[in-house]
């Protein structure tokens, strides 16, 4: 089945130690996005890449970069986890579209920072 | 700012029995879309509106839509305990390619 699929499901780092979270898609769509999202918060977009373009949210902190190596892959690069990171990370794709259509999530990975 | 809020924030309601959910947002949109997530896992998108539509249905499910009042709801009907998750409405934002969610309404069914 074609699916969006994330690793690690869990995820503990400690405080400023780089962390790395990955999400994979075989629905080869061109849009991939990440969200983050605190507990019982709405999700927040912090990035998205249309193909290989980079559209980086005004409020995303410089902490957090974003890697698409190609159309299935994209990383979540967290380069120094503050306490206030521990969240759901979750990415979703979609395909082109005119204007925003629906969006395939994937069940996300749990960040916890010590 | 948030583009959308939903209420009620939690429902509660007994098996069998119907849920609606409100959505309100700020601005203009080309399309809403409503999501379910379950605990601790990510969203299904469940249905999605255009501005040019009024209502929409889909098995259990029932979307209005009013761009007069910027409003949206969401009504599920003959409730089962499976429904028991958040429901987000999302807009689009400006044409990009993103959206925009509201703070959720949290459904509990009870047997």
């Known amino acids: 089945d074609a699916m969006v699929i994330q690793n690690p499901r869990y995820q503990v780092t400690q405080f400023g130690k780089p962390v790395t979270l990955s999400c994979s898609q075989t629905?080869?769509?061109?849009?991939m996005y990440w969200y983050q999202q605190k507990s019982s918060q709405a999700p927040k977009l912090l990035f998205h890449y249309y193909d290989k373009d980079f559209n980086n949210e005004a409020d995303t902190p410089d902490n957090f970069q974003s890697r698409r190596p190609n159309t299935s892959f994209c990383f979540l690069d967290i380069r120094s986890p503050g306490l206030g990171d521990a969240a759901m990370y979750l990415c979703a794709t979609s395909r082109a579209g005119q204007g925003a259509v629906e969006q395939y999530f994937g069940p996300g990975t749990r960040l916890t920072v010590t | 700012s948030q583009q959308g809020e939903e209420d009620p924030q939690a429902l509660s309601i007994q098996e069998g029995e119907n849920a609606t959910m409100n959505c309100s947002y700020k601005?203009?949109?080309?399309?809403l879309q409503w999501y379910r997530q379950n605990s601790g896992r990510g969203l299904v998108h469940l249905i999605l509106i255009r501005s040019n539509e009024r209502e929409k249905h889909s098995g259990r499910l029932r979307v209005t839509l009013d761009t007069s009042k910027k409003s949206s709801s969401l009504l599920i009907t003959a409730s089962r305990a499976a429904d028991t998750a958040s429901y987000f409405c999302a807009t689009d934002k400006g044409g990009a390619q993103k959206l925009v969610f509201g703070q959720g309404t949290r459904l509990t069914i009870n047997p």
């Open positions: 629905l080869n769509h061109n849009v």
């Open positions: 601005t203009s949109i080309n399309n």
